[in-house]
């Protein structure tokens, strides 16, 4: 279904059932599947493909060369009627991949508002991403992966498997991320350790200065002290800190059960 006052470049191909809202750009030789959502205002610039059951948001740009909608690159895949839902006001760039879910992970990929997805990067099956999330070039996130919001990934960095990242944390380029990491944190190297806390996106979201003196004082009780285990600290840090939501979010993330480990600072020597 095509919405009034969509411009469509006479090149493009969209498929009959594609349902466009108000004032969709699609330019030159772009490709909209019949089960593909575009909201209003999108646009697709040139040699964009949306495939699949992909849902759009409104506002969102996106770059040549673009894949978005194309089945997972999981060799599990049998034809799973999976879709893919992007979110309003996303950037998504050149040679962008972004995949549906499978049947193995609840058959839906999420992404979420405001999100940025740099030249090369991609997003595999059965992902979910937050709002404000941005992937800086080649940043690979494998499938079940899941990220809160505002977190950053440097340049070449990857998420291996059903790894989870917690909100407003910051990955570094290069970085090789194989455990979880906490809400706040910061990683380098590959494979990634915990370099501290995000501080700079801690002040640029406007957290107080109590709130980031009490996180800090509570990550040296979680990550610079040897008594117990990372999750006796973490039950031991919540009560400490029952008042202080900051902290409420790095521990709940510690005490949720899960079976991967977490990224942790490096040991000296």
Known sequence: MMAAHSAIHPSAVV????????????????????????????????????????????????????????????LKY???DATLTVGTDCIIREGVT??????????????????AFLANSHVGHDSRLGDGVILSNNVMIAGHVTVGNNVIFGGGAAAIQFTRVGDHAFVGGLAGLENDLIPFGMVMGNRARLMGLNLVGLKRHGFSREDIHALRNAYKDLFESSEGTLRQRAEKVAAAYESVALVRRVTDFILVETDRRFCTPAQDG
């Open 15 to 74: 498929e009959d059932g594609a349902r466009l809202g108000e004032g969709v750009s699609i330019g030159p030789f772009c490709h909209v599947g019949p089960q593909a959502v575009l909201g209003d205002g999108v646009v697709l610039k040139s040699h964009v493909v949306v495939a699949g059951r992909t849902s759009v948001g409104a506002r969102t740009q996106i770059f040549p060369f673009a894949s978005v909608g194309h089945q997972a690159q999981d």
């Open 78 to 80: 049998r034809g799973e």
């Open 98 to 115: 972004l995949n549906p879910g499978t049947e193995g992970g609840g058959l839906e990929t999420v992404i979420g508002n405001r999100c």
